[in-house]
């Protein structure tokens, strides 16, 4: 017989000593809904004790700290992130959200995928394997996000890189399959990852997980897409459509991020419905570092929720918030030993001032004490970088004015993208633009600018010409190597010239943000690895980000995020009008089509 079977054994019966002893705690048991106080008792990795005392049974090496007065909860578990869109590599941004609870993430690496493949993808692995955070990973199903010529992407995932990538250990799926045109219209190639999926998964006998991602589907689109073998989405906007996803079978991540906040809609109509909540979780999906240092990451949901929670006059509780960030997700994963307290689980476990504002006292990850009081314990070193992470802008030509002029010898109507500030989902307006000695120009005071996507990856000069209302700015130009998910170079500016310069910035920097004005550079941030993540310390990251949007406000724009909001200007999956290095791109009821500027 397994002698460390027998051992566990006697773990339990105080034969052995422990190697933390958590004291006098408020023990929350998401499975029962019940909180009682007393200890929980962890040897190796698990969790041996719980209520009993086993303080004769430590010895010299026992750690015994006293949380008397605090609340005990599994540790968070975030299960749809995107880190690359944090700007944190993910040594520091496990640095990062650690000290606020987090114990577990499920990174999906789309954004690395488009710039650098399968290899950008096993290199972050090698780095999540590094760090203290325990990560999982969906293998990118849309990379890029659309094929048959609508964008140009540093790398292409099909069926072989899929069957690849499942076969490792940390990747648990199918990431979010953001192409449900493809899905609804039977495409062979986005169908044939998703049954490669259950091939696989399903005979290692694991839990097979296919995410989604359909902004706004409903009815038989939706039905067909569910059927297609998609478990989960992220992406609802409205309380209808989260109760339709729910009611055909779906589990919903309620999503609350840095520019796309659903939650509290989404929990009103929950409240308002009486809806169950078993089959909700809460994700960020993409979180800047600002908030992610500030405010904090799942613990700062939950303190928003909370307040929802106060309001709701029992119709919503905190054991219903508490499960959505840890039994919920655990469960839907067929994570058996995380999120919840319980003899033989993981010994993750977050603990919490109170549950009002979720102050973290101290997490703790696989037995091991990883944070108390905000600060890390036992942190490693930063992570070394091969130089194919950190030299990703490849573009051969140098652009100038000329490049960004649109000639026109009349005045024409042209469709325009319309940012809507917090959402994903853009609109579609038809402006008439007159022409100014034989161009057309961004127009102010409509606030129409010009927006440029720049080809960055295979060396060719290829970029593609449009108009972006509600970025706000009146001078100057902002451009960026963020740009979701082939992450090519966007441009938004007034001044051509300007616009100009900021590429060539870019260039210069190997990938980044940069606001330019009259041709000088008024702020700066540089993102080594993949054009995406910066190899500085989370502080300089936010201070640079802070100077960003604060030379973005100088120039007159009012967007809480500008970087967020632009960068999604190119997805061309998510409705209505986008903008990709080759064209506009319209979601219709046949699926994606490009489209003319003119009208």
Known sequence: MNDSYVQSIYNSLGKNAPDLILKNGKIFDVMSGLVKEGDITIKGQRIIGLYDDYSGCADKYTKIIDVKGKYLIPGLIEPHIHVESSMLSMTNFARTVIPHGTSTIVNDPHEIANVLG??????????????????????????????????TSGAVLGIREIKSLLDNRMVIGLGEVMNY????????????????????????????????????????????????????????????????KLSKGMHVMVRNGSSARNMEPLLDH??????????????????????????????????????????????????????????????????????????????????????????????????????????????????????????????????KK??????????????????????????????????????????????????????????????????VNGFGIKD????????????????????????????????????????VKEGKTIASMELKIGGLQSLKQPNEIVDEKQKILEAYRALGGRLEDPIISMSFLQL???????????????????GPQKVSLFV
Do not use: W
């Open 181 to 244: 045109p493809g899905v609804i219209l039977a495409f062979p190639d986005i169908l044939s990852k998703i049954n490669e999926t259950y091939r696989v998964k399903g005979y290692k006998k694991s839990s097979v997980i296919v995410d989604g991602h359909c902004p706004g589907l409903t009815g038989k689109e939706l039905s067909a897409y569910i059927n297609g073998g998609i478990m989960a989405d992220h992406e609802c906007a409205t309380g209808e459509e989260l109760e339709e």
């Open 402 to 467: 000329e490049d960004f002029q649109i000639i026109a010898k009349t005045g024409k109507n042209i469709r325009v993208i319309k940012i809507n500030p917090g959402q994903l989902v853009t609109d579609e307006i038809i402006a008439k633009m007159l022409s100014v000695n034989g161009f057309i120009e961004s127009d102010v005071k409509d606030d129409i600018l010009k927006i440029s996507i720049v080809q960055r990856h295979t060396g060719e000069s290829g970029h593609f010409l449009g108009f």
């Open 118 to 151: 399968k290899n950008g993808i096993i290199q972050m692995m090698h780095e999540a394997e590094y760090c203290k955070l325990r990560c999982y990973f969906t293998a990118p199903s849309c990379v890029p996000a659309l094929g048959n010529g609508f964008e």
């Open 572 to 590: 061309p999956v998510i409705p209505h009008l986008k903008i990709t290095d080759k064209s506009l791109v319209k979601i219709t009821s046949n």
């Open 476 to 515: 100057g130009a902002v451009a960026t190597t963020i740009g979701h998910d082939s992450h090519n170079i966007g441009v938004i500016g007034v001044s051509d010239r300007d616009m100009a310069f900021a590429v060539e910035e870019i260039k210069k920097m190997q990938g980044g943000i940069v606001v």
């Open 270 to 399: 929950v409240i308002r419905k009486n809806i169950d909540t078993r089959r909700l979780m809460f994700c960020v999906d993409d979180k800047n570092p600002y908030e992610l240092i500030k405010h904090g990451h799942i613990d700062y949901t939950l303190k928003q929720a909370a307040e929802i929670v106060k309001q709701s006059n029992g119709r919503l509780t905190m054991l219903d918030i508490l499960r959505m960030a840890t039994l919920n997700v655990a469960d839907f994963f067929g994570f058996k030993y995380l999120g919840r307290l319980a003899i033989q689980a993981r010994a993750d476990i977050t603990i919490v001032e109170d549950l009002v504002n979720f102050n973290v006292f101290a997490s703790i990850i696989n037995g091991k004490v990883r944070a108390i009081e905000g600060k890390n314990v036992d942190d490693c070193e930063d992570f070394p970088y091969h130089s194919y992470m950190l030299n990703t802008v490849k573009i051969n030509k140098v652009f």
